[in-house]
């Protein structure tokens, strides 16, 4: 990689590849707009670098064999209807993905079976024994931590109740031992991991990692990968999803993009990102991703969503209710942090989103009217102290940076604060001015335009339509809407003059007319 965004390699992140045992929820969808929103903040900041999205869907493995089993139907089916599911979420939530990967993929298939003979020819498989409790009805190994003993002396699994038994199998198992060093020193750096308390558990977990298993007895689990060499054991589903990453970029005949800039993922899998996975590529070969964020969870009536508690909030009815970038607006908003849990609450999507709708949309139509444009007719002038807010201008000049900052740093939901801050604030400033009481609405009209202008603008990867229709009703040609137009400062650069502001709103409020207000 270079400082050259136009010679850099593409910028490539990732979300995770989810599971089609049950149909998509809100979480599914957070993870997907998180790593949208930084694809479309990468595109925005350095259009000339390519961005590489990748999403897609998991759909090996014991549960996916267990769920198309109740159903009574083929596996592939199976994946194939529920893998849709995840397809048409994506588009409907306007994600701007570049691949959709399916691990029942034939180039999956070929990039995982290459990647575990590199893994064989670094000595780093062997065979070995996996023991652990077994319920025979549940299909499924757990850990000394998910059993108790019944009050009959039987053991059993706490999350079904079914009874299970110590048994001991042979599979492949994966040297991950040899790679505790690697991996401390990796997430040494600060940049491996996201957020901080997380990475340096990691590293304390390092310390003591076991050897993995990384197959399962055929006649467990048939559907899956097979092991090169060893038509009895399928390869562990957790290997050959993470896999995946590498698959997109045309492994094993190319890797265009790798090493991943950002896997997303959510804190439940940062184990196997964040420890297996560098591991296994090191051992195969390739080199460690540059980033794995985990963010924080939705919870429900705070208690975590599951299906068994029976609150799970469906995604695409969320964005047919509240529309899809009031989804995205509340999503990134109220849990854009990497490190707080956010409580769902379907009321406050609505809460959240008018606030924004009332700030923005009022700020717009309040300098939109024709009446209102009349006033503004002299220049604004920035050395004058009576047109100058010392506390707005403040805001404004510093307001692109810090949006910048924040989502370099993955704060998110404090970008959107930021901008949301500088709108109600512009607001205050128009209501103090009170122009339309007054003959001259110059200051306030500025004001209001570039505040709306810069809002609009950072607030493209977070809602993407609205702020595009912004754009329009504020008359911002196409190639006034990158990251480096997002300025205005009275002290300095250059402004646009008055009767440009003028012509934009109104040519902007002509072509809107009839069509309602911005929200
Ligand atoms: O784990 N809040 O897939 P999965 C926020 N196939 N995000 C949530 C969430 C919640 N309540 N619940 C789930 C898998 N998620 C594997 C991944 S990657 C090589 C394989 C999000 O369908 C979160 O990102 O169970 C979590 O990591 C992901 O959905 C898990 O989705």
Known sequence: PTSDPATAKPFYVTTPIFYVNAAPHIGHLHSLLLTDVLARFSRLRHPTRKV??????DEHGMKIQQAAKAKGIEEKAFCDDVSQRFRDLAQLANASHTDFIRTTEERHERAVQHFWEKLVASGDIY???????????????????????????????????????????VNWKFR???????????????????????????????????????????????????VPGDEDQTIYVWVDALINYVTVTGYPEGQEGWPADVHVVGK?????????WPALLTSAGLEPPNRVIAHAHWTMGKSKMSKSKGNVVDPIDAM???SVDGVRWYLMRVGGSLTDDADYA??????HYRLLADQMGNLLSRISGAKMLKKATREFDPSSSEDRDVDLDGLLAGLRDDVESKMEGYMVNHA???????????????????????ADGTKAITYAYHSLRLASILLQPII?????????????????????????????????????????????SDRWKGKGHLF
């Not at 000394?144 to 079914?162: C, F, H, Y």
């Not at 491996?192 to 050897?211: F, G, M």
């Not at 379907?346 to 809460?351: A, G, N, T």
Request: glycine letters at 6%; proline letters at 4%.
């Open 320 to 322: 047919r209710n509240w």
């Open 127 to 169: 065979k070995g024994t996996h023991s652990g409790w077994y319920s025979v009805s549940d299909e499924s190994f757990y850990a000394a931590s998910q059993v108790t003993e019944r009050e009959d002396g039987k053991m059993i699994a706490l999350e079904t109740g079914n009874e299970v038994v110590w048994e001991e199998e």
């Open 268 to 276: 439940d899998i940062i184990k196997f990102h964040a420890l297996h």
């Open 416 to 438: 959107c604060g930021a901008v949301l801050e500088v709108i109600m604030a512009t607001n205050k400033l128009f209501t103090d001015l009170a122009p339309w009481s007054s």
């Open 52 to 57: 590489l999205f990748a999403t897609g869907t």
């Open 464 to 508: 993407p339509s609205k702020a595009a229709e912004a754009l329009d009703r504020l008359g911002v040609p196409e190639i006034e809407r990158s990251w480096e137009d997002a300025v205005w400062s009275t002290s300095g650069g250059e402004s646009l003059k008055t009767e440009e502001i003028v012509r934009r709103l109104q040519s902007g």
């Open 176 to 226: 991950l031992s040899k790679y505790r060093g690697f991996l401390q020193e990796w997430l040494s750096k600060p940049e491996s991991a996201h957020p901080n308390t997380v990475r340096l558990e990691l590293i304390r977990q390092a310390q003591t990692l076991e050897d993995l298993s990384v197959s399962r007895p055929k006649s467990r689990v048939k559907w899956g990968i097979t």
């Open 346 to 351: 379907p009321d406050q999507v609505e809460v």
